[in-house]
């Protein structure tokens, strides 16, 4: 459904016009009874895509978290369903992306936009540019290596604008970025004398863990087959993908006490660690069994038989949307960063990190980062988790280190 529709639902379920609440959004402070002023209500957030999966968590733990919300997307009639469903007043708003009018004043009406309509490579451009146009923060959950490269061209006008653009801000990159930061920043302190060439980044799901949802398995569809990209010497390459014996894989322990046979992945780390670490030589891993279950899940999602299809090849819509809410409670996935030297004299620091399941990292993530900039407190021009916050999602999303 395309065109634009506004309204916003309460707690009865009538719909109110959005207009009505985007005028009660500005300029409002309370006078407490001795004169002094309190804080201006909480800040205007709209969750673009917010009827796909991972935007439905995050628009109903920003809903949950107070801050003044507005759906958005493409189906008027979906838009209305969930803001019936989330707590407070929710707006709501039904536009595409090709409609620059309305998508410019449904930026212009908010102070920050969590984009999570995906494939991202056919949909950030627009939205970013609006949030340019309109002096407004970006937050996308991209995990697309050529997307985030492309954002970060923008860094100049965003400086300008005084905004902040930060793609990848769900599990991919949050803890493996927070995990190649700690472990960079430790090497520097260690090793002053040496310089940090290279970064390896690896990846391990329990079962529930590598459950994916229906929009990321057609991302991964329509990715390049036998094709691996890394940094190398600074610049992100292609290289054809060359299968290893079991006996010549390189094996991780990832803090667990048993060794895993890992494999070479598309990881969005190869883009954003490099701004995150200075780093110019990257590649990221996923264990064998992690591997596996995913590529389960992106062939028939959440389905032990034969997932039926169109002429295109998609999986039927009536496959599950994604894990459901005991899935991501029992998710865990488990991380492994080592950062060394090359040359004679090499250098090593290695480390791990235990997380709760991508989807559950996910929202924790943008509830931080939305909490952040309501302080006020980011960083103008295009940032990655950890140039914007450094260590602060540890914490924040409930991860662990195991060694």
Request: aromatic share 6%.
């Amino acid at each position: 459904a395309g065109g634009q529709g506004g309204s916003v639902q309460g707690g009865d379920g009538e719909a109110t016009d959005i207009s009505e609440v985007e005028s009660s959004f500005t300029n409002i402070s309370v006078t407490s009874g001795g004169g002094r002023s309190e804080p201006p209500q909480r800040m205007k957030v709209l969750v673009y895509g917010a009827t796909g999966y991972s935007g439905e968590l995050v628009a109903n733990h920003a809903a949950r978290a107070g801050f003044l919300l507005q759906v958005a997307g493409r189906s008027e009639e979906k838009l209305k369903r969930l803001a019936s469903r989330l707590p407070g007043r929710v707006g709501y708003k039904s536009f595409d992306l090709d409609d620059a009018r309305a998508l410019d004043a449904a930026v212009g009406s908010v102070d920050a936009v969590v984009h999570c309509a995906g494939p991202f490579h056919n949909t950030y451009k627009p939205m970013l540019e609006a949030c340019l146009r309109q002096s407004k923060h970006y937050v996308d959950l991209t995990g697309e290596i050529q997307v985030i490269e492309a954002i970060s061209k923008y860094d100049g006008e965003a400086k300008e604008k005084g905004v902040m653009l930060l793609p990848a801000a769900g599990f991919d990159v949050v803890p493996s970025d927070t995990l190649a930061y700690l472990v960079s920043e430790k090497f520097k302190r260690e090793f002053p004398a040496h310089f940090p060439s290279h970064l390896r980044v690896a990846f391990h799901f329990n079962t529930q863990g590598a459950l994916i949802s229906r929009g990321t398995a057609a991302t991964m569809r329509r990715g390049k087959r036998g094709i691996l990209l890394e940094r190398e010497n600074g610049e992100v390459v292609e290289k054809v993908a060359k299968p290893k014996p079991l006996r010549e894989r390189q094996r991780c322990s990832f803090g667990l006490g048993k060794e895993l046979t890992v494999k070479q992945a598309n990881m969005a780390d190869v883009s954003s660690a490099f701004y995150s670490t200075g780093i110019p030589n990257i590649i990221c891993q996923m264990s064998d069994v992690a591997s596996m279950s995913q590529l389960k899940h992106v062939l028939t999602p959440f389905s032990e038989g034969v997932s039926s299809r169109d002429k295109s090849g998609k999986v039927a819509k009536e496959q599950p949307i994604g894990p459901d809410a005991s899935e991501n409670e029992e998710g865990k996935c488990f991380l492994h960063a080592t950062v060394s030297s090359s040359g004679a004299s090499t250098r090593q620091v290695s480390g791990s990190l235990e997380c709760p399941a991508p989807y559950k990292v996910t929202h924790m993530a943008i509830l931080h980062i939305l909490r952040e900039v309501e302080k006020n407190n980011f960083r103008a021009g295009f940032c990655t988790p950890t140039t914007a916050y450094g260590s602060g999602f540890l914490e924040a999303c409930g991860m662990k280190k195991t060694s």
